[in-house]
């Protein structure tokens, strides 16, 4: 688990000004159990390909923006146990290989626009305990090759439709 005695769990918000790093490709905050809310402009950091507000456990949302960031290769909002829901726009992440959603205990169920990830390889989505039903349209993933959804006690069936998954190595419902 996260030690508590990380240098930003303190940290309540951000500044909006953070849009300015226009060359950043990196954005890691992980660990700031005290933020609320991500500000909009995130959205203009284009040049992201790796985004990890892991352990942010006190975010209820992401702003739709985040759907701009179509150089992200791999996003992480693992352990923010605090968001209810994710963002259609989030299926707009063209270049996405790597989504993490791990003990995102609040989640209930996941937008469709998922199955638009085309680029997907590895999923994970374990310790989601108050998520219900998984979206058909996963079925639509066909470079995921890793697929975990373990510990998601919630769930009460599969879609039919993840047997499309051809590319699977890796599934665990454990």
Same mark, same amino acid.
């Given at each position: 688990m996260l030690p508590n005695d990380l240098g930003c /769990?303190? $940290? @309540? @918000?951000l500044p909006n000004e953070l849009d300015n $790093? *226009? /060359?950043l490709t990196t954005f890691n905050i992980s660990g700031c159990s005290s933020l609320t809310s991500l500000p909009n402009e995130l959205g203009n950091l284009t040049s992201l390909t790796e985004f990890d507000i892991s352990w942010c456990s006190s975010l209820t949302s992401l702003p739709n923006e985040l759907g701009n960031l179509k150089s992200l290769t791999k996003f992480d909002i693992s352990w923010c146990s605090s968001l209810t829901s994710l963002s259609n726009e989030l299926g707009n992440l063209s270049s996405l @290989? *790597?989504?993490n959603i791990s003990g995102c205990s609040s989640l209930t169920s996941l937008p469709n626009e998922l199955g638009n990830l085309k680029s997907l390889t590895k999923f994970e @989505? /374990?310790?989601c305990s108050s998520l219900t039903s998984l979206p058909n349209k996963l079925s639509n993933l066909t470079s995921l090759t890793e697929f975990d959804i373990s510990w998601c006690s919630s769930l009460t069936s599969l879609p039919n439709e993840l047997g499309n998954l051809k590319s699977l190595t890796k599934f665990d419902i454990s």
């Open positions: /769990s303190s $940290l @309540t @918000t $790093l *226009t /060359s @290989t *790597t989504f @989505t /374990s310790w």
